[in-house]
T-cell receptor, first 112, second 115 residues
Framework: SQELEQSPQSLIVQEGKNLTINCTSS?????LYWYKQKYGEGLIFLMM?????EEKSHEKITAKLDEKKQQSSLHITASQPSHAGIYLC????????????FGTGTRLQVTL | GAVVSQHPSWVICKSGTSVKIECRSL??????MFWYRQFPKQSLMLMAT???????TYEQGVEKDKFLINHASLTLSTLTVTSAHPEDSSFYIC???WGTGYGYTFGSGTRLTVV
C-alpha cells in the first residue's frame, strides 16, 4: 500500500496569514488529490495533480506536485475562517487497480 | 458535475441488527465505487472497492462477512453492516469513479451509531 504522511497534523493560524500543508509519499505518486472536509461531512474536491512539477490554483489555494512526484504541498494565501476544516491528500495508482487512499489529514483552525 | 448521493446521513440501530447504507451516482455511471470508514479525528480508511457485477475487493483487516458490499448496477452500491455492535459505530463514506484518471466523487457520509 502507499503510505501518505501529512504535516502538520494540526494547524492554528490567524485570519489573513498564509499557511502550507505538506503531503509526502513513500512511493512515486501517480494521481495526487487534495480534499477538504468539515468534520462529519463529505469531502470537497479541491485539486488533482498528475504531472511532476505541476501547479494548480483556485481562488486562494495553490497545490504543487514536485518533479519526483513524491511530495505535494497545499498553500493557502490570506486565510479566512471559511478555510477551516480537515485537509486530506489522497493518491491513486494509474491502471486498472486504481483506488484512492488517504494521508493522515491536517486539521486547520483559523482564528479571528 | 458528478454527484454521489448517500443515504441515510445518520442512523441509530440496536446491537445485533443489520444496517444498509446506499450510495448512488446521480448523473454518471460509476464503474467503480469505494467504501471508507472514518474514526473521530482520523483520516479515511479504505474498506473495499467494488465494481459493478463483480465481488468487492476488501482491504486487509476488513471483515467481508461483517461488511457486505453489493454493486448491482452502475449507479448503485450498498454497504450492509451485519450484526452491528457498538464498535462498528463510525462515519462511513462512499466514493465513485467513472474511470482511471477522472477523479473521485464522494457521498456526504453516514454516521452510524450502534447502541
Amino acid at each position: 500500500s502507499q503510505e501518505l504522511e501529512q504535516s502538520p497534523q494540526s494547524l492554528i493560524v490567524q485570519e489573513g496569514k498564509n499557511l502550507t500543508i505538506n503531503c509526502t509519499s513513500s512511493k512515486t505518486l501517480y494521481g495526487l488529490y487534495w480534499y477538504k472536509q468539515k468534520y462529519g461531512e463529505g469531502l470537497i474536491f479541491l485539486m488533482m495533480l498528475q504531472k511532476g512539477g505541476e501547479e494548480k490554483s483556485h481562488e486562494k489555494i495553490t497545490a504543487k506536485l514536485d518533479e519526483k512526484k513524491q511530495q505535494s504541498s497545499l498553500h493557502i494565501t490570506a486565510s479566512q475562517p471559511s478555510h477551516a476544516g480537515i485537509y486530506l491528500c489522497g493518491a491513486d495508482r494509474a491502471g486498472t487497480a486504481s483506488k484512492l487512499t488517504f494521508g493522515t489529514g491536517t486539521r486547520l483552525q483559523v482564528t479571528l | 458535475g458528478a454527484v454521489v448521493s448517500q443515504h441515510p446521513s445518520w442512523v441509530i440501530c440496536k446491537s445485533g441488527t443489520s444496517v444498509k447504507i446506499e450510495c448512488r451516482s446521480l448523473d454518471f455511471q460509476a464503474t467503480t465505487m469505494f467504501w471508507y470508514r472514518q474514526f473521530p479525528k482520523q483520516s479515511l480508511m479504505l474498506m473495499a472497492t467494488s465494481n459493478e457485477g463483480s465481488k468487492a475487493t476488501y482491504e486487509q483487516g476488513v471483515e467481508k462477512d461483517k461488511f457486505l458490499i453489493n454493486h448491482a448496477s452502475l449507479t448503485l452500491s450498498t454497504l450492509t453492516v451485519t450484526s452491528a455492535h457498538p464498535e462498528d459505530s463510525s462515519f462511513y463514506i462512499c466514493s465513485a469513479s467513472w474511470g482511471t484518471g477522472y477523479g473521485y466523487t464522494f457521498g456526504s457520509g453516514t454516521r452510524l451509531t450502534v447502541v
